[in-house]
């Protein structure tokens, strides 16, 4: 998945970064209202982990520096202003506050979940997992053919081995089993691989694409190319799993 960790504390965003990339995640981290609101405008997210407590940032001036004019302002204010232009990624509230009201206050500005501090990473991940099965429907396991998904323990099986991909490769196969069957845009992979400071273009995106096939062959799941629409995995005509 990738996922944004708004945190204003330097070393428990550190913390939450490197634990979700060891995860085999794409994580961006922002610090401040300012830099949050920014990171979700311009890129997609599969989630977002959302501290309440968070200093504005940023220039002064602005429609949003105008909604929080103290130091400190809420992440409710970048959550709202999602859910305002229509935007229904996951949210996972992390904060010290457990005051019911506050708890209720982040459920109807748009939070899908909520979880006080101090936490475990393990049940962050664990949230994350639900908020994505939710979002998208999708079981704990996958099956196209001999490839099997496993998103509880975050690995691909062929033939009943580990599959062994290099990171890249693996979010792009996790974005094409999640769940099997859709079809994914070029542009929603591409975004997802991307990083802020460099984009990947169609080129690269094909060659991971054609490295992929070749990995699959013999699984019976194989990777379709839809002109003009994007990608899905299928079951290889002949192939255990197809009609």
Do not use: C
């Not at 949003?64 to 935007?87: F, I, Q």
């Not at 997992?129 to 490839?147: Q, Y």
């Not at 069957?181 to 054609?210: M, Q, W, Y």
């Amino acid at each position: 998945m990738r996922i944004l960790v708004v945190e204003d504390d330097d070393v428990l965003r550190g913390v939450m970064l490197r634990s979700l990339t060891d995860a085999g995640h794409r994580v961006d981290a922002a610090a401040s209202v300012a830099e949050a609101h920014h990171f979700w405008s311009v890129q997609p997210f599969d989630a977002v982990l959302l501290d309440l407590n968070l200093p504005q940032g940023g220039p002064p001036g602005g429609a949003l520096a105008s909604a929080t004019a103290s130091a400190m302002a809420s992440g409710l204010t970048v959550l709202r202003a999602a859910r305002a232009r229509g935007d229904r990624t996951p949210v996972l509230v992390l904060t010290a506050r457990d005051r019911t009201e506050e708890r209720i206050a982040g459920l109807d500005a748009g939070a899908d979940d909520y979880l006080g501090k101090p936490f475990d990473l393990a049940e962050v991940e664990a949230r994350l997992r639900a908020l994505a099965r939710r979002t998208l429907g999708a079981d704990d396991r996958a099956a196209v053919g001999a490839l099997v998904l496993d998103r509880r323990a975050r690995r691909f099986t062929l033939h009943g081995a580990p599959a062994e991909l290099p990171a890249r490769e693996f979010e792009v196969l996790w974005e094409l089993m999640t769940p099997p069957g859709r079809v994914v845009s070029k542009r929603t992979l591409s975004d997802k691989l991307s990083d802020f400071d460099e984009a990947l273009g169609d080129n690269a995106l094909e060659a991971f694409i054609s490295r992929l096939r070749k990995k699959l062959q013999g699984s019976g799941a194989g990777i379709r190319t839809l002109r003009g629409l994007g990608y899905m995995v299928e079951p290889e005509a002949g192939g255990p799993g197809a009609p």
